[in-house]
């Protein structure tokens, strides 16, 4: 499975709402989408975990959705932390993927 | 706390085997559902799974890289142990290793949870 993210650069302000999207080359199941965040120079950090469910300490402003083919990372208010990498990944029987990530910069 | 931690050589030369090393602490490799993943990253590009070594020892590989990997744990010394053969300039990255997060809730088992720094790799004559 190929994951295609969208856009691959977000230029906002901070407060306002980003909306991230990743695109799966077929169908898996929900169950198998995460997206993780990583900031210049970090390792990656999970944040939703199927699809929707947010990992431990993540802050609610986090949310995600989507199922089938089509899967969406929200941010709203954005802080000044959260402008970093997002990458989605998808779980396929023995193996993983990762989307070529998207860009939240500050406008 | 769980942590972990890559090691290895900072700069390797075309077609040398690197040897990476994960250590890890605060959960165990003998653990039912537990498992520790590598993951590389080239510089400014996307993330890219390359195996993963299960509690009961069973392995997973990259299709594209599954020929020049092996992935191995020594559970005395809480280490995971990456090889792969035969490198290239385009295997320069910053490797990672990460803990496969256990199976406890639905769709936990396929994500990572925890991640090493990273350690960068490049590989250059």
């Known amino acids: 499975i190929v994951l295609t993210q969208s856009p691959d650069t977000l230029s906002l302000s901070p407060g306002e709402s980003a909306t991230l999207s990743c695109r799966a080359s077929?169908?898996?199941?929900?169950?198998?989408i995460a997206w993780y965040q990583q900031k210049a120079g970090q390792a990656p950090r999970l944040l939703i975990y199927a699809a929707s469910n947010r990992a431990t300490g993540i802050p609610d402003r986090f949310s995600g959705s989507g199922s089938g083919t089509d899967f969406t990372l929200t941010i709203s208010r954005l802080e000044p932390e959260d402008f970093a990498v997002y990458h989605c990944?998808?779980?396929?029987?023995?193996?993983?993927?990762f989307g070529q990530g998207t860009k939240v910069e500050i406008k | 706390q769980i942590t972990l931690k890559e090691s290895g050589p900072t700069v390797v030369k075309p077609t040398q085997t690197l040897t990476l090393t994960c250590t890890f602490s605060g959960f165990s490799l003998t653990t039912s559902g537990v498992g520790v993943s590598w993951i590389r990253q080239p510089p400014g590009k996307a993330l890219e799974w390359l195996a993963l070594i299960y509690w009961d020892d069973d392995k997973l590989y990259s299709p594209s890289l599954k020929s020049r990997l092996t992935i191995s744990k020594d559970t005395s010394k809480n280490q995971v142990v990456l090889t792969m053969t035969n490198m290239d300039p385009v295997d320069t990255a910053t490797y990672y290793c990460a803990r496969r997060g256990r199976p406890i809730r639905l769709g936990y088992g396929f994500v990572f949870d925890y991640w090493g720094q990273g350690a960068l790799v490049t590989v250059s004559a």
């Open positions: 077929q169908s898996g199941g929900s169950s198998y």
């Open positions: 990944q998808h779980y396929s029987p023995s193996a993983w993927t």
